[in-house]
């Protein structure tokens, strides 16, 4: 407090005080209330978009292990072999599919209004 | 109050954020000013202040003033503009001389508000910023430091040489240096 008390300097601040203006804008508030309100919009409807993103790509990704399932299943009949190409791209595509989800849950809750 | 109104706006009632607008757009509107030198860049600077604001008073740290934290945004935002501007106006004057004003070599033809507002566009942001945060918001030093980030050596430098210079410009001295 003394610190601040060494700078107190009544003719500055009288000038300072006699050059401080306002906004002239008489609709300031009202615009920002309208940027504001279109920003929630924006955001509300990338949020939409991006919930149904999610959906189809789950719905994708697990229709797609499925059908690979099978195949893999049906070609390899009952020899199941851990090292079988099919097989480590199907878990690298499973991982892949799993993670990109994650990614855009998190997405979604970062722009989530 | 800040407090109430800012849980107001989190549980989602925006309409509360009118509050903010109102208090502190005039004070935001000063500092801005004090630093890009144009009513018309304040002001829009002061609108993306604000912007940021409302999409981040969610992370907002309530042991911090919302007064401080808003206004450490519209500091940066306008150094920001200011940086911006100088790059697309001025590439060539950079760190050159501002050289002194004509208005106030005939204060009489001007009244005192034009030849103050005058005298705070021809100072230095910094300085400008320094004087509007100490003696107009009636920051103290270490709050003035917690807006810009200055230490505390540094903001008495500034401010004494800010009063010394808005001295020497109102009584038609000298050129400052930026």
Sequence with gaps: ?113 | MDDHYIDRVLSGDVEAFRYFLTTYKDMAFNLSVSIVKDDHYAEEVVQDAFMKAFDGLASFNRTAKFKSWFYRIVVNESFQRLRKMKRQIHPITMDSKVEYLEPLDQPQNSNEYDRVRTALKVLPAKEGLVLNLFYLEEHSLKEVGDVTGWTLANTKVLLHRARKNLRSILSNKKTIKD
Excluded: C
């Design chain 1, 1 to 113: 407090m003394e610190e601040s008390n060494e700078f107190q300097d009544g003719y500055v601040k009288s000038l300072i005080l006699q050059g401080a203006s306002k906004i002239s804008n008489e609709t300031f508030e009202d615009e920002m209330m309208l940027k504001i309100q279109a920003s929630i919009d924006h955001k509300k409807e990338v949020t939409a978009k991006l919930s149904l993103d999610i959906r189809y790509f789950r719905i994708a990704t697990i229709m797609g292990i499925t059908m690979a399932v099978i195949l893999l299943t049906k070609r390899m009949s009952f020899s199941v072999n851990l090292l079988y190409p099919g097989v480590i791209s199907l878990f690298v595509l499973s991982v892949a599919g799993i993670m990109i989800m994650g990614n855009l849950k998190r997405f979604m809750r970062l722009y989530k209004y």
